[in-house]
Every structure is written in structure tokens, then in C-alpha cells.
């Protein structure tokens, strides 16, 4: 029988019954996960708490699948957050942004905020612009009022570089939102260009595709681009959006590499 069918087709009903059975295994994910006691706000599911990653317990979204940045990013743009200017409208609304890399958990609410809103990546091709960030002549300088990126940096392979070309589209006042994957200890960012070997660089810097694992300094190489920074973690929401976004693991992962304490970045130009 398999034969008699074109291959087009196997592959369509192949296709077509994994979708089908990735439905299924959610429905009764989700099914397993009735309750009350955590809520994404992002999509707005409300259950028993949160699925699992690779280092974090009870940290991911099973509807949307935000992580614990997502979920911060948002409480920030709800004005949750403990730390003044920053409210959704006052870094959003009518403003020109440039979000690179867009995540679908926040793609949509960022747009319909925005007055002009582009997307740019390196290599994805669902994005209004291909960039490297470390070097963006096509983009004038001085034309952005806000800029997101959120884990791209680590991506880069020259961030200072990166740093300087934020500082120079923003305009006077203008904002980089930025979040890395930074280790919990006190350290300093881990590089080394000679690394290339995949399996070396998830060792070192927790994925294969990443060329570094930031340390406490991230904060000095943008002040070092002639950015004024600005530092909102967890400790800045009260205590019932912390557990109730879960803005923090539930448990402190013990890999050496693990980012416990997400931390958002508002860098500001001028």
C-alpha cells in the first residue's frame, strides 16, 4: 500500500497525523495541569505550575511556551515592575522599534503597541530586515526609539561592536531592551573566538551556537558603548507576581552554566 501512494502524499498524511498527535499530547498535558496556581501572562494560561527545561524545573509555559523572560519582559511592559518610566506606554506606545530576533510570545503585543515596528535577524526569513548586528550600515543612525533584543547577544560574534551600533540608531532618549544568559556567580564573561567545535561550545557556553557566556560585566561593556543602564530582576516585582508568573525558578538550578536570576537590561541612549 505504501507503494501505490505518491510520495508527496505519505508525506502529507505523515505530516498531517504528527500534528495530529502533538495536539493530542498537549490536550492531555494540559488536561494534567488543572489548577490555580500560576498564571502566564502572556496567553493567559492558568494551571498547577509550569512544565520543565533543560536546567529549570517548572519554568516553561505549556500553552505558549514563554520561559521566565518572556514573562518578565511582559510584567514589565504591565507596569509590575517596582523601578520608575517604565510602563508600557511610556517605552512603547507610538514609538519606532526595532526588535530583533521576534519572539512570537511577545511579537504581537510589541507591534500593536508600536507606532512603527520592524523586525530584523541575521538568518531567519520571516523578519522585514536581515542584519548583522555588529555592523548595520543599511540602518541610519539616530532613527529608533526603542530597540529588543532579547538572548542575542551571546549570538554575536563581536559584541562590543553590536553595543556601539545600538547606541548609534537610537535616537537621544532611546532605549535598548536587552536580556543574556548570564551566569548567577559573580564572574567575568567567558570568550574565546578559537572556540568553534559545537559540543565545546555547549560546554562552555551552554548551546552550540552560542560564542560566550556573559558574567557580572555585561553591564560595564554597555556603559563602555556610552549607554546608561538601567538593571530590573526579579527582586523588583512584589512577591505575589514573583510566584505567580513564577519570575524566578522554583528551584535554583545547580548547573554551573544556569541563568537562575534573569535579569532585563534598559540601556539608554544620551
Known amino acids: ?13 505523515g505530516e498531517r497525523y504528527e500534528a495530529r498527535r502533538a495536539a493530542a499530547k498537549k490536550r492531555h498535558l494540559l488536561r494534567s495541569l488543572r489548577g490555580d496556581s500560576v498564571q502566564c501572562n502572556v496567553c493567559g494560561w492558568r ?14 509555559c505549556p500553552e505558549c ?26 517605552l512603547m506606545v507610538g514609538k519606532s522599534v526595532l526588535h530583533f530576533a521576534p519572539e512570537r510570545q511577545l511579537r504581537d503585543r510589541i507591534k500593536s503597541a508600536a507606532g512603527q515596528y520592524v523586525t530584523a535577524d541575521f538568518d531567519r ?11 548595520m550600515p543599511a540602518v541610519a543612525g539616530a532613527c529608533f526609539d ?34 543574556v544568559p548570564q551566569k548567577d556567580r559573580p564572574s567575568a564573561t567567558d570568550e574565546d573566538p578559537a572556540v568553534t567545535d559545537p559540543a565545546e561550545r555547549e560546554r562552555r557556553f551552554g548551546q552550540k551556537d552560542h ?13 563602555e558603548a556610552g549607554l546608561h543602564v538601567t538593571t530590573l530582576g526579579a527582586e ?24 537562575n536570576q534573569r ?3 534598559i540601556a539608554r541612549c544620551g
Open 146 to 179: 526603542i530597540v529588543i533584543a532579547c538572548d542575542v547577544l551571546e549570538h554575536v560574534p563581536d559584541d562590543r561592536a553590536a553595543m556601539c551600533e545600538l547606541r548609534r540608531i537610537l535616537r537621544k532618549g532611546g532605549r535598548a531592551i536587552l536580556t
Open 1 to 13: 500500500m505504501r507503494e501505490l501512494l505518491p510520495l508527496r502524499l505519505r508525506r502529507f498524511l
Open 263 to 265: 535579569r532585563i537590561y
Open 125 to 135: 526569513g520571516d523578519c522585514d530586515l536581515k542584519l548583522d548586528m555588529s555592523s
Open 65 to 90: 511556551g514563554s520561559q521566565v523572560r518572556h514573562r518578565m519582559f511582559a510584567a514589565m511592559l504591565d507596569g509590575m515592575a517596582d523601578i520608575s518610566g517604565l510602563s508600557l506606554g511610556d
Open 47 to 60: 494551571g498547577a505550575h509550569f512544565t520543565d527545561d533543560h536546567w529549570h524545573r517548572g519554568t516553561i
Open 236 to 259: 523588583n516585582f512584589d512577591a505575589a507576581t514573583r510566584s505567580r508568573h513564577v519570575l524566578i525558578p522554583p528551584a535554583p538550578s545547580p548547573h554551573p552554566l544556569a541563568t
Open 211 to 223: 560564542v560566550r557566556m556573559f558574567g557580572d560585566d555585561f553591564t560595564a561593556r554597555l556603559q
